[in-house]
T-cell receptor, first 113, second 111 residues
Framework: GESVGLHLPTLSVQEGDNSIINCAYS??????FIWYKQESGKGPQFIID???NMDKRQGQRVTVLLNKTVKHLSLQIAATQPGDSAVYFC????????????WGLGTSLAVNP | DVKVTQSSRYLVKRTGEKVFLECVQD?????MFWYRQDPGLGLRLIYF???????EKGDIPEGYSVSREKKERFSLILESASTNQTSMYLC??????????FGSGTRLTVV
């Protein structure tokens, strides 16, 4: 079946550095991808999304890159701050049922002061 | 902003009890979802609904049922709670193409 996976379960960065969180997906028919941030004790919160007709999309301090050739997705956070400490999930639309998302397991980002 | 509200943040129930988890969204979204989240297992879809009185099983529906009598409300029911249903339960909604909006979650402990 389809899967979405993250390369690293944990990532530790220094405050002010840039963070890169990677994700791979299995279904080349997936056409929509989303990154979520989940802080402790809260539900996941939408960060940024990208459609498969794009390679890059930028938000405020975040950039998502999509490489369809190798089925890889990354989230870049510029000038990482302590408030960025959270678990980050990538998800893709289920190509068989576009109401559903296929989720990765999450990367826990720790920001060191 | 879309708001998804889950009625309880924390619940403690006894084995065998019937448990109701309530979720309400305020943006007229058609699609609503119930997930459970466990360490190391990520988010797993229990049930979803794409319209009033419509429901579809997700990946782990066993031991659960759902009810959607009104568009804004989606209820998750544990018919007979068991200890392996201790988990964080997350409700989400989506109105079209785009990301889900999640509630804050209900942490359920079954003793």
């Amino acid at each position: 079946g389809e899967s979405v996976g993250l390369h690293l379960p944990t990532l530790s960065v220094q405050e002010g550095d840039n963070s890169i969180i990677n994700c791979a997906y299995s279904n080349s028919a997936s056409d929509y991808f989303i990154w979520y941030k989940q802080e402790s004790g809260k539900g996941p919160q939408f960060i940024i999304d990208i459609r498969s007709n794009m390679d890059k999309r930028q938000g405020q301090r975040v950039t998502v890159l999509l490489n369809k050739t190798v089925k890889h997705l990354s989230l870049q956070i510029a000038a990482t701050q302590p408030g960025d400490s959270a678990v980050y999930f990538c998800a893709s639309k289920d190509a068989g049922n576009n109401r559903k998302l296929i989720w990765g397991l999450g990367t826990s980002l720790a920001v060191n002061p | 902003d879309v708001k998804v509200t889950q009625s309880s943040r924390y619940l403690v129930k006894r084995t065998g009890e019937k448990v109701f988890l309530e979720c309400v969204q305020d943006m007229d979204h058609e699609n609503m979802f119930w997930y459970r989240q466990d360490p190391g297992l990520g988010l797993r879809l229990i049930y979803f609904s794409y319209d009033v009185k419509m429901k579809e099983k997700g990946d782990i529906p066993e031991g659960y049922s759902v009810s959607r009598e009104k568009k804004e409300r989606f209820s998750l029911i544990l018919e007979s709670a068991s200890t392996n249903q201790t988990s964080m339960y997350l409700c989400a909604s989506i109105g079209g193409y785009g990301g889900y909006t999640f509630g804050s979650g209900t942490r359920l402990t079954v003793v």
